[in-house]
């Protein structure tokens, strides 16, 4: 049949969108799928996230426990588990002078 024959009636409809790509229906299940996939990454990095900050955060309290013991055993003159005020002014005073020091480099 030529398209002439067709003109004018609900199967040159049917005729012309049976050529035509069905691309609506496949564009919905891809951006379906894309919407999922990206909602999926979403989840799975607020997830890790603070996993990984939670090691981050460990490793920091065990160095700074590890710095706070060796400063009692360095400073703690007599030997008494604390840092006495005397003690603690020892301590804060070279704080300072490391500040300092560290100042004049930079």
């Given at each position: 049949?030529?398209?002439?024959?067709?003109?004018?009636?609900?199967?040159?409809?049917?005729?012309?969108?049976?050529?035509?790509?069905?691309?609506?229906?496949?564009?919905?299940?891809?951006?379906?799928?894309?919407?999922?996939?990206?909602?999926?990454?979403a989840?799975?990095?607020?997830?890790?996230?603070?996993?990984?900050?939670?090691?981050?955060?460990?490793?920091?309290?065990?160095?700074?426990?590890?710095?706070?013991?060796?400063?009692?055993?360095?400073?703690?003159?007599?030997?008494?588990?604390?840092?006495?005020?005397?003690?603690?002014?020892?301590?804060?005073a070279?704080?300072?002078?490391?500040?300092?020091?560290?100042?004049?480099?930079?």
């Amino acid at each position: 049949m030529s398209p002439a024959q067709f003109a004018g009636t609900s199967e040159t409809f049917w005729l012309l969108f049976s050529i035509l790509p069905s691309s609506p229906p496949l564009m919905k299940k891809t951006a379906s799928k894309l919407t999922l996939i990206a909602s999926l990454l979403a989840v799975a990095c607020m997830v890790t996230a603070p996993a990984l900050n939670a090691a981050d955060d460990a490793e920091k309290a065990a160095k700074k426990a590890k710095k706070a013991a060796a400063d009692l055993k360095k400073y703690d003159k007599n030997n008494n588990g604390k840092l006495d005020p005397d003690e603690e002014a020892a301590l804060k005073a070279d704080v300072e002078k490391a500040k300092a020091e560290k100042k004049k480099k930079s």
